[in-house]
């Protein structure tokens, strides 16, 4: 069984920074894509960020240069460091594994960027 534990978000002032977390449960976490998505209201869901088993990453233009997604795999754990971040980026994001379209998705977590 799948699950995804994202944590980390919460209230920033823009140009701040947050880290989110994601812990993986189940098998062949190493081997998996894994990923960010985000969804702001009545936004459609977008992909942020993903990275590969071998560590190769890919970013939404939106968030290049800002965003930095890793994976410690003895952890099962994958990350998404924010930076200068802007009320634009204000979503609840998910952590998930597996190929466009994901086929796990964790259950979200608010970032919220206000002054």
């Known amino acids: 069984q799948v699950q995804l534990v994202e944590s980390g978000g919460g209230l920033v002032q823009p140009g701040g920074s947050l880290r989110l977390s994601c812990a993986a449960s189940g098998n062949f976490f190493s081997s998996s894509l894994m990923g960010w998505y985000r969804q702001a209201p009545g936004k459609q869901r977008e992909l942020v960020a993903t990275i590969s088993n071998g560590g190769i990453t890919v970013y939404a233009d939106s968030v290049k240069d800002r965003f930095t997604i890793s994976r410690d795999n003895a952890k099962n754990t994958v990350y998404l460091q924010m930076n200068s971040l802007k009320p634009e980026d204000t979503a609840a994001y998910y952590c998930?594994?597996?190929?466009?379209?994901?086929?796990?998705w964790g259950q979200g977590t608010q970032v919220t960027v206000s002054s």
């Open positions: 998930t594994r597996g190929y466009p379209p994901p086929q796990y």
